[in-house]
């Protein structure tokens, strides 16, 4: 069923029936009638006639309305009703004034009045109230209409609502503002460049690296950096497609101690082109941009250098002890051997049955002051071991970093470990550094017991756990063990029961049972453990005066 057209106003049926009247005049119509009426309606048979002008008014899709000079509505189309939500019969004869919320600034009006009066096309936006009290962003058309002498007679306005647009547009305002607001906030520089490497967005970080460059741009600064220290020109990688990430290089920042270090990062973004061709979606090409991100990480490459340095000086450090000793021992061997050479004079002697008791007294004399001298080259040889102060320690974090240490070698060995530590242990002042001795002595001998025993599944315990006011930590393996026999002499100063004794003097668990007894506790063999050795070491707190 077909919708019932909407009825035609006044205008519209007497402009309808003068149509009809025109198109067939009865019979005997003066011609001046005809010709009177041709004026007001226009002629029928003239493709463009008024009533087309009329029609194409009464159903553009813009609120269209026709004033006097004073502003007094004379006519509204449809699209004014329905926007306004005024009918024609309540505007007509009404001020345009009508449709104000008294929100527009006075000196819009103000302007809007001196430009239509001067006879000239006035555009803007007012803040418009339709008759149900809402309000609406109008975009303002207001075009002169001038008689044949070219004098103001009436005013054509057309307008339209542009409150969505106005929201659209804030809101995209407010996008903006937070993503600003995000980058500002970024520890990190972050710039947008295009095609030639000029600027189109910056952050804070960016702009204080610039006055910390005394207006050098850090873009170009950096890419120098990535081309001259990694061999990587940024702009021509990102162009070309291609990201690149955590690339660290130096720059040198005027009033700062040394080079500071960035980790750079490039992504390539692609723009859509805002020309009219690319309405549709077709991007012209070359609208490339890069990203570039650069992290400071000064504070950590200083951290990394002093580490190495450190490793370094302890390393030459320790060659310098192993070298004073090697001398400090070269020279004892040179001195007992003067000793052993008297002796064995002596004996010679003694053999051939011509030394006098004189004379052997003598040699025995010199054989004394000789070992004396070689007795006092080796203690001089001995280094002094450090003054270490107790402090509160977790037996848990000494172990692991010690594992840390021996990871490489306990997987060459195909060591299975079996770490157990207690989740609380009770706080324990001891020395971190004897510890760390401690543990790593105890692991390697598991290492060697393990080695040694050619048995093809290797297997490692570390366990720790609370007793009253002090820790117990074993230390297992089931390597070739210890024999009955040996379980307490394997603790003598000089005991080595090793098969490949290259490099060890004995003194490994030596130093350790003193350790565990520095810090009040006690190392022993597991007796009860047959299948390889068990170590078990009690820990309580060191000795106050320690």
Known sequence: MSARPSPESPEQLVAT????FLAAPPAGTPAEVIEALTLMAGNPRDPLSPRLFFEAVEQAPSAISITDVGATILYANRAFEVLT??????????????????????????HLWRTIQRKQTWTGTLINRTKQGGDYLAELVIAPVLDCHGELKYFLGMHRDVTKVHELEGELRRQKARIETVLDAAPVVIVLLDSEGRVILNNREHKKLSGELHGQEPAQVLSSALRE???????????????????????????????????????????????????????????????????????????????????????????QLAHGMREALAAAIYQIQAPMNVIQAAA????????????????????????????????????EGPRESGVMVNVNDLLRQVLVLETDRLLA???????????????????????????????????????????????????????????????????????RGERYRVFEP?????????????????????????????????????????????????????
């Open 17 to 20: 029936a003068l149509g009809e």
């Open 85 to 110: 939500g005024y009918s024609r019969d309540e505007v007509i004869g009404k001020n345009e004034g009508i449709l104000s919320n008294h929100a527009t600034p006075q000196n819009v009006y103000q």
């Open 229 to 319: 220290q990694v061999g990587l020109d940024p702009l021509a990688e990102c162009l070309g497609g291609r990201a690149f990430k955590d690339l660290e290089v130096s720059i040198s920042v005027p009033g700062s101690n040394g080079p500071r270090w960035f980790s750079c990062s490039g992504t390539p973004a692609d723009e859509f082109d805002p020309s009219a061709r690319g309405f549709f979606g077709r991007q012209k090409p070359g609208e490339r941009r890069m990203l570039l991100l650069a992290n400071e990480v000064t504070a950590r490459r200083r951290e990394v250098d002093r580490a190495h340095v450190e490793n370094l000086r302890a390393r030459l450090a320790e060659q």
């Open 348 to 383: 010679a002697m003694a053999r051939g049955g011509n030394a006098s008791l004189a004379t052997l007294a003598g040699m025995l004399e010199e054989i004394s002051r000789s070992g004396a001298r070689a007795l006092d080259t080796l203690k001089a040889a001995l280094p």
């Open 413 to 483: 060995a195909g060591i299975v470990v079996d770490w157990r530590p207690a989740p609380l242990l009770p706080p324990l002042s001891g020395h971190q550094d004897s510890l760390r001795s401690l543990f790593k002595h105890l692991i390697d001998n598991a290492i060697q017991a393990l080695n040694e025993s050619g048995r093809p599944q290797r297997e490692l315990l570390l366990a720790t756990r609370q007793l009253d006011g002090a820790v117990e930590v074993t230390v297992q393996d089931n390597g070739r063990g210890i024999p």
């Open 494 to 546: 000089f005991y080595i029961g090793w098969r490949n004794r290259r490099g060890r003097a004995g003194m490994g668990l030596a130093m350790a049972q003193e350790i565990v007894t520095a810090h009040g506790g006690s190392i022993e063999v597991d007796p009860d453990y047959q299948d390889g050795c068990r170590m078990l070491l009690t820990l309580n707190a060191v000795a106050a005066d320690e």
